[in-house]
């Protein structure tokens, strides 16, 4: 079964770090891209950011170009999203998609990062 | 990198047909063949419903298709039915190897 479970969520203060992760399986992990996408509470889906298959190109939304970073472990078969200077706003669920190109075709289940004081 | 436009919600009584329209730009919806639609059921991870502008995966129901004109994609339900209840968001590839979801719309079966 192809799957993807995220984990490392939880409650973390302004400015802190959080790192998250996303174990696959079920399929040839580094033959695919991979992305974060996240879902602030009641809000729509925002692309955040995205790794090629082999780790050679990441690419970001504006609003976490600078404070977040994309990096995968294909011998792993894990995705990571190391998040720095987090901020309020932050505060989402955080669900890693598989990928090539478009579209997202498989996502987890999702982790929840609460960014507050 | 801003947000498609999709109508905030649209309702349908069952057996109906409804149409959801998800509007960019030329630098996105108009640039790429690629738009893709997902569905949301509340508390569940997105699931993919249309890609590559009107194709459906394996084991989407054939009442969903979509079609594009110019820089606007849209999905379009028939025979609507209580389960399509959900929220729906388009999603286009984007300058610099980005990507841009739609602001979402609220379908709901009256």
């Known amino acids: 079964e192809v799957q993807l479970v995220e984990s490392g969520g939880g409650w973390v203060q302004p400015g802190g770090s959080l790192r998250l992760s996303c174990v696959a399986s079920?399929?040839?992990?580094?033959?695919?891209?991979m992305s974060w996408v996240r879902q602030a509470p009641g809000k729509g889906l925002e692309w955040v950011s995205g790794?090629?298959?082999?780790?050679?190109?990441?690419n970001y939304a504006d609003s976490v170009e600078g404070r977040f970073t994309i990096s995968r472990g294909n011998s792993k078969n894990t995705l990571y999203l190391q998040m720095n200077s987090l901020r309020a706003e932050d505060t989402a669920v955080y669900y890693c998609a598989k990928h090539q190109g478009l579209p997202f075709d498989i996502w987890g289940q999702g982790t929840m990062v609460t960014v507050s004081s | 990198q801003s947000a498609l436009t999709q109508p905030a919600s649209v309702s349908g009584s069952p057996g109906q047909s409804i149409t959801i329209s998800c509007t960019g730009t030329?630098?996105?919806?108009?640039?790429?063949?690629?738009v893709s639609w997902y569905q949301q059921h509340p508390g569940k991870a997105p699931k993919l419903m249309i890609y590559?502008?009107?194709k459906r995966p394996s084991g989407v129901s054939n009442r969903f298709s979509a079609s594009k004109s110019g820089s606007t994609s849209s999905l379009t339900i028939s025979g609507l039915q209580a389960e399509d209840e959900a929220d729906y968001y388009c999603c286009s590839h984007a300058a610099g190897n980005t990507y841009v979801f739609g602001t979402g719309t609220k379908v709901t079966v009256l």
């Open positions: 590559e502008g009107s």
């Open positions: 790794i090629s298959n082999g780790g050679g190109r990441t």
């Open positions: 030329s630098s996105d919806v108009g640039n790429y063949n690629l």
């Open positions: 079920g399929f040839i992990f580094s033959s695919y891209d």
